[in-house]
Nanobody, 113 residues
Framework: QVQLVESGGGLVQPGGSLRLSCVVS????????MDWYRQAPGKQRELVAS???????NYGDFVKGRFTISRDNGKNTVYLEMNNLKTEDTAVYYC???????WGQGTQVTVSS
């Protein structure tokens, strides 16, 4: 069974930064596309960023250079570095194995002054 454990969420002021981590218990992790999604109250879940096993990345339009997705295949871990956070970035952030039903439990990110 695949398990994804996220960490790193919290409360931050506008303009601040957070780094999310997701440890994945899955064989052949280095071949797996990994995603970060988010869901704000009353809104649909949306793709934040994705990364292939080889490090090719893709981002949602709203990211606009503020977020960076990365991975450490030796640690079975994917990261989401978030800078210049805005109040509209407030959401639960989920780690996801690409093209699968495997999701993490979610970590709350709140951006507020």
């Amino acid at each position: 069974q695949v398990q994804l454990v996220e960490s790193g969420g919290g409360l931050v002021q506008p303009g601040g930064s957070l780094r999310l981590s997701c440890v994945v218990s899955r064989s052949f992790f280095k071949f797996t596309i990994m995603d970060w999604y988010r869901q704000a109250p009353g809104k649909q879940r949306e793709l934040v960023a994705s990364i292939t096993g080889g490090g090719i990345t893709n981002y949602g339009d709203f990211v606009k250079g503020r977020f960076t997705i990365s991975r450490d295949n030796g640690k079975n871990t994917v990261y989401l570095e978030m800078n210049n956070l805005k109040t509209e970035d407030t959401a639960v952030y989920y780690c996801h194995v690409g093209a699968s039903d495997h999701w993490g439990q979610g970590t709350q990110v709140t951006v507020s002054s």
